[in-house]
């Protein structure tokens, strides 16, 4: 095999795998958003201890699962969740207009000053990798956005 083949190989398995890892980051950020838009403790600085924080989360991800549940449409009305299209394109949902200008999720994560991820961060993005490459994780429409 020669140089250009497996260049052009390497080329389009990273495209492939960064494409499925925008895919999950951007539910993670979907999901997230939305909760920050309806609990807005979840948005700033939490001043407690992490264990109490973590019962915070859990109750704010139990209320948005229940309010889901019992009252979607006057909840989370349709168009308030991201939303993807059959070809892959993404429509915004309206939670983005409903964060308060102060909340951490607008601040957005700063990067490592090294440049270089961390092992957690590589192990993180290799399980991701992974279930987005499953049967269970994977969408119709994937190989066709290479």
């Known amino acids: 095999m020669n140089h250009m083949v497996l260049h052009s190989a390497y080329y389009i398995y990273s495209n492939y795998i960064i494409n499925r890892l925008s895919r999950a980051r951007r539910c993670v950020e979907n999901a997230f958003g939305i909760l920050c838009s309806k609990w807005l403790c979840l948005g700033r600085t939490m001043f407690i201890n992490p264990t109490r924080a973590q019962k915070v989360v859990a109750a704010c991800c139990v209320l948005h699962n229940y309010l889901l549940k019992e009252s979607s449409e006057g909840y989370c009305p349709t168009g308030f969740g991201d ?3 059959e070809d892959g394109t993404i429509v915004e949902g309206f939670w983005r207009n409903n964060l308060p200008p102060d ?5 957005g994560i700063q990067r490592q000053l090294s440049g270089r991820p961390s092992e957690v961060a590589k192990l993180v993005r290799k399980r991701i ?4 490459n499953s049967e269970e994780g994977s ?3 994937q190989n066709n956005n290479i």
């Not at 909340?103 to 601040?107: A, I, L, N, R």
């Not at 990798?129 to 987005?132: A, D, K, P, S, T």
């Open 83 to 85: 939303r993807m299209l």
């Open 103 to 107: 909340t951490c999720f607008e601040q």
């Open 129 to 132: 990798c992974e279930y987005v």
């Open 139 to 141: 969408v119709a429409w």
